[in-house]
């Protein structure tokens, strides 16, 4: 029987498709929200290989930590990055 930190990498990555979904639909840009499903799709595929082979603990912890940290950095790129709201300040 797996342990249930196994699980964790794929219930993460279910809530981090879901989020990027929803943000999507007002990106500006779809890359930020297309490159964070992509890692999350990663996530996804360390939880099957960790339930299914076994992952070593330091690998997945290094892949759970870096793309933790691109996803981070793209949501804040995505959420900074509103070209329409930085013309309409500059108009007023």
Known sequence: MPEV???LPGGGAVAVIAFAVW???TDFLGWQSGTIIA???VLLVL???RWVIGVAPLVSFWVILLVGIT????AMWS???RPEAARSAQSS
């Open 71 to 74: 996803v981070a950095i793209a």
């Open 5 to 7: 930190s196994g699980c």
């Open 39 to 41: 890692l999350a799709a």
């Open 23 to 25: 943000a999507r639909q």
């Open 47 to 49: 939880a099957v290989l």
């Open 79 to 81: 959420m900074l990055y």
